[in-house]
């Protein structure tokens, strides 16, 4: 890890412990979800799953359940393999 961060700060032309320092505040950003960057995105992100779920129910309402099952069961998978 020491020699990748190594790596992309010469890559960068910063020192590593700016390299650190900038990294360590956009993970906290995202974490906390406080950047405006990462809201923007959340936003978008759920606005489209929104307008996705209401299509699929008023042209597909036979779909729907069997949709949620199988995103239920991804997100599942993807957690556990986490």
């Known amino acids: 890890m020491a020699d990748a961060a190594q790596t992309a700060a010469t890559a960068k032309q910063v020192s590593r412990s700016n390299l650190l ?3 360590l505040e956009h993970f906290l950003g995202t974490v906390s979800g406080s ?3 990462e809201r923007r995105r ?3 992100a759920e606005y ?3 307008v996705a779920d209401l299509i699929v129910q ?3 309402p036979d779909a ?3 949709l ?3 995103a239920e069961a991804r997100m599942e998978a993807v ?4």
């Not at 957690?79 to 986490?82: G, K, P, V, Y």
């Open 35 to 37: 950047s405006e960057q």
């Open 42 to 44: 959340q936003f978008s």
């Open 58 to 60: 008023r042209q597909y």
């Open 21 to 23: 320092r900038i990294a």
């Open 68 to 70: 949620i099952t199988e």
């Open 48 to 50: 489209l799953f929104l």
């Open 64 to 66: 729907h359940d069997a």
């Open 79 to 82: 957690c556990a393999a986490s």
